[in-house]
């Protein structure tokens, strides 16, 4: 299969809690290669944006003010398969669901804050990843 790309970003808790640096140790020793990089925080304004597609959603004002509670790490990876690998790598969205030694079960507190984003289909992660990065951020 053709290797693809994948968006991800490391949330305002595990960047706090001091996981970076063994967040994108995983993801490398994975199989991902790091293709952007970057650290920021998020204002309102664009948290919003970027989590638009839950606007209706019960949880979409926490998520919001918590996704701009402090500074998180956005990244592209590549890798073949990299949508659905990525999926298995950081394991469910409720940590505590998520498999033993997946992301979210190694890093995670809760459903809420819960360590890593990942896209959830090729064409999300082609926008989600074109929201943080211009073309010459790509390497
Ligand atoms: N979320 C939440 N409560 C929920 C479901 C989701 O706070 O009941 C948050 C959580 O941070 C999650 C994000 O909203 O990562 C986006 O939800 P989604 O269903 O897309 O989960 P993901 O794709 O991140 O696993
Ligand atoms: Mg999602």
Redesign the pocket.
């Known amino acids: 299969m053709a290797t693809n790309r994948t968006f991800t970003m490391i949330?305002p808790d595990a960047v706090a809690n001091g996981h970076t640096g063994a967040i994108l140790d995983d993801m490398i020793k994975g199989g991902f290669k790091v293709i952007a990089l970057k650290y920021t925080r998020l204002s309102d304004e664009i948290a919003g944006q970027f989590?638009g597609?839950?606007r209706e959603?019960?949880?979409?004002k926490?998520?919001v003010s918590?996704?701009s509670s402090g500074p998180i790490v956005a990244a592209i990876l590549e890798k073949d398969n990299a949508v659905e690998d990525f999926?298995k790598l950081?394991g469910?969205?409720?940590p505590s669901k998520a498999e033993p030694g997946t992301i979210?079960n190694k890093y995670a507190k809760?459903?809420?804050?819960?360590a890593?984003?990942?896209?959830?289909s090729d064409e999300n992660a082609e926008l989600e990843g074109s929201f943080f990065f211009t073309a010459f951020e790509r390497f």
Not at 57 to 60: A, E, I, K, T, V
Not at 110 to 114: G, R, Y
Not at 116 to 120: K, N, Q
């Open positions: 949330k989590y597609i839950h959603r019960p949880f979409f926490d998520l918590f996704m999926r950081i469910a969205t409720d979210r809760s459903i809420d804050a819960n890593v984003h990942g896209s959830d």
